[in-house]
């Protein structure tokens, strides 16, 4: 027998061999995917809940961006009055560039999951995850900007308190307590994104 039919020989077996060896493989990977954390997880209510969150924070995005813009309108109305109240000016600056930014990471924040595929389980649990993820970011952007507000707001109260004769203690109440409001809901947020987080995690490690 020559070289060459020796080499056609062991071609040939090893041809022979070829769907053993993919059908190994192919075995092995449906056990994977049938051991994966996912499985253990109601996907189609997955989806569900991927689609909902995804609208909210579409929503919420839009009234921020909303909000950015009347900031902005604001700021440049009162720079166009004939007797320019400089405290309001810097107070709608803070707002308007404050809030600019604010919406500009929040973007960043989201963007990264809603460009992410779910057609597929894993797809949708991974999705998932980093969704969690975004939405604790997204909280601690929320408190840091609340803390932001506090010395800003308090200024410009007592700023206009010098004009007016009307006492200055409500208006302190009012808006230190709708920031404390908006610090406690941020927490809360970000508490139980933490929780359901943690909780994937324990499927993953379990």
Not at 25 to 33: A, C, H, K, N
Not at 95 to 119: P, Q
Not at 124 to 134: C, P, R, Y
Not at 169 to 190: E, Q, R, S, T
């Amino acid at each position: 027998m020559t070289d060459k039919q020796l080499t056609d020989v062991e071609l040939h077996e090893m041809q022979t061999s070829e769907p053993s060896v993919l059908d190994e493989q192919w075995s092995e990977l449906v056990d994977d995917w049938q051991s994966q954390p996912y499985e253990k997880v109601d996907i189609t209510q997955l989806v569900k809940q991927l689609k909902k969150r995804t609208l909210a924070a579409k929503t919420v995005l839009g009234l921020d961006v909303l909000a950015t813009i009347s900031l902005f309108a604001a700021l440049v109305y009162s720079l166009s009055e004939q007797v320019i109240d400089w405290a309001t000016v810097i107070y709608l600056s803070f707002g308007a560039f404050g809030s600019l930014i604010y919406t500009v990471i929040e973007f960043n924040i989201r963007i990264k999951t809603w460009r992410m595929d779910a057609s597929d389980p894993k797809q949708a649990f991974e999705k998932n995850i980093s969704g969690i993820k975004g939405a604790i970011q997204y909280a601690n952007l929320w408190l840091i900007s609340c803390f932001a507000i506090l010395p800003i707001g308090n200024w410009y109260i007592w700023e206009v308190s010098k004009t007016s004769e009307k006492p200055i203690w409500p208006a302190y109440l009012f808006a230190n307590l709708l920031i404390v409001v908006m610090l406690v809901g941020a927490y809360l947020y970000k508490r139980k994104r933490v929780k359901e987080l943690n909780e994937l995690n324990k499927i993953i490690n379990g």
